[in-house]
């Protein structure tokens, strides 16, 4: 399964290779708080998470709102993303500059790729797994959660 996903003010696109939006999120401004609503292609409510700082520093993120059924806990050690989803740990490892290239790994497992990519005006990021899972649904998540500080100017 392969999934590209698209930056824009405001928002974040998760398509499918058909190019159908499969999550999508909003961003609510609140001073110094960030509210991000992640919908799926129903527009049901996913999940309701938010981000605060003061000026991109100590930059705090917990998650308000799961409709997912299942517990989460997102947490980040250095350049590493973490999502605990049940017993099942997700992660990532991020950059601090240069394009991102990395694979998802779920308990010490390589589940998933991430590839970016310069498209003008703003990049893309392919996501791709090589066995059509549900938990890729939460690998997209995670990879949600980590970029919104990419894409979101304030």
Known sequence: MEYKIT????????????????????????????????????????LLFQKTDFILIFTK???????????LD????????????????????GKVAGYLKSEFEMNGKSIGFINEQYKYPNNMITVSFPIDDTINKFCLI?????????????
Do not use: M
Request: with cysteine.
């Open 7 to 46: 930056f824009a003010e405001n928002t974040i696109k998760v398509l499918d290779i058909s190019y159908n939006i499969i999550l999508k999120t909003i961003r609510k401004q609140h001073f110094f708080k960030r509210k991000y609503l992640i919908y799926d292609k129903n527009d049901n409510l996913l």
């Open 61 to 71: 993120t917990k998650i308000l709102i799961n409709n997912l059924e299942r517990n």
């Open 74 to 93: 997102y947490k980040v050690k250095g350049l590493t993303y973490i999502l605990k989803v049940n017993s099942d740990c997700i992660q990532f490892r």
């Open 142 to 154: 995670l990879l949600i959660i980590a970029t919104v500080n990419y894409w979101d100017p304030n």
